[in-house]
């Protein structure tokens, strides 16, 4: 029974496969119901917010299937170097004014040289001295480059490894899966948290899913971003079938069931899986954040509309 499974995420226990399994062919309305419960005994009601600014797009060396800013695809995705820092800080001030709690950095590519690395530091020490809490999402980080920007007030670090092992092959070749690991295990242990998820929609089967949630578990990140594939023309999942809103929905709430205590962020895709409402379906099923405006390349969901919702949860 759903209860039992309810009962066994509540006490901190891992969630069995065939007990993930038995979520995903239960009754929507009453996962999510239980999910919402695990969501509010371990995380609270109260919604986490994060901005994004693209500070370095396109020409990326990896052939992630799904990127529009990988430079083996033909995209229209906007190509151009690490951005000036008046920018960062005319976006970061905004973000802040519109009450946003995190705002990101995000630059394209593997990792960055040592030029670049010196623009994302000064762009961390930017940002943390407007009052937001800082976060970068730049690629693979040595330890010595961590520590230098924990050093300078980062507060964490954004690096997904967007699938499961068993299914990463089939979505990019330029780099291993260790890679993204090993990251992510380097900005534990200068002790950043760490925001790492992945995307769903992309090719995986379920038991992809659960294999991706239980190592999330096990490397102890603290926040989950969970994306949604929005195909884009001229990479390989062009014309790829979009996750319908249910399936949106269970994805968010199983993953509750495996990840009761960690902050689960609704990102990229959200408005081109939820026509509308999104904001309340994603909370309905056990999200506690969501990335709020734009994205990468394309526009997100309505800004306005999203605080006036997360304002409602607050109230």
């Given at each position: 029974m759903i209860e039992n499974i309810y009962e066994k995420a509540l006490g901190g226990e891992l969630i069995s496969s065939a007990e993930f399994f038995e979520l995903i062919d239960g009754d929507l309305a009453v996962v999510t119901d239980y999910a919402q419960k695990l969501r509010d005994g371990f995380t609270g009601r109260t919604v986490k917010t994060c901005s994004i600014i693209n500070a370095r797009s396109g020409l990326c060396s990896e052939d992630c299937v799904f990127c529009a800013q990988s430079a083996h695809y033909g995209t229209k995705a906007p190509v151009f170097p690490?951005?000036?820092?008046?920018?960062?800080?005319?976006?970061?001030?905004?973000?802040?004014?519109?009450?946003?709690?995190?705002?990101?950095?995000?630059?394209?590519?593997?990792?960055?040289?040592?030029?670049?690395?010196?623009?994302?530091?000064?762009?961390?020490?930017?940002?943390?001295?407007?009052?937001?809490?800082?976060?970068?999402?730049?690629?693979?980080?040595?330890?010595?480059?961590?520590?230098?920007l924990k050093e300078a007030g980062l507060d964490s670090y954004h690096h997904n490894l967007e699938t499961s092992e068993s299914f990463f092959p089939n979505i990019c070749t330029t780099h291993e899966y260790a890679d993204d690991v090993n990251a992510v295990k380097e900005a534990l242990r200068a002790g950043i948290d760490v925001c790492c998820g992945g995307i769903f929609g992309i090719g995986e089967k379920w038991e992809h899913r659960y294999e991706l949630a239980v190592l999330l578990r096990e490397l102890g990140v603290q926040s989950v971003p969970i994306n949604f594939l929005n195909p884009v023309t001229g990479t390989p999942k062009e014309g790829t079938d979009i996750l319908t809103e249910e399936e949106a929905m269970r994805i968010i709430a199983v993953y509750r069931f495996v990840l009761?205590?960690?902050?689960?962020?609704?990102?990229?895709g959200?408005?081109?899986?939820?026509?509308?409402?999104?904001?309340?379906?994603?909370?309905?099923?056990?999200?506690s954040g969501m990335m709020v405006g734009d994205y990468l390349t394309v526009k997100g969901p309505d800004l306005e509309e999203d605080m006036e919702f997360i304002n409602r949860q607050h109230s």
């Open positions: 690490f951005i000036d820092l008046a920018k960062i800080k005319e976006a970061a001030i905004r973000t802040k004014e519109l009450g946003v709690e995190r705002f990101s950095i995000v630059s394209s590519g593997l990792g960055p040289d040592d030029e670049e690395f010196r623009k994302i530091k000064a762009a961390v020490e930017l940002v943390k001295s407007i009052g937001l809490q800082t976060d970068i999402s730049v690629g693979c980080l040595t330890y010595e480059q961590l520590i230098e009761p205590d960690r902050i689960l962020r609704v990102c990229g959200r408005n081109a899986v939820f026509k509308s409402g999104g904001a309340e379906k994603v909370f309905s099923a056990g999200a």
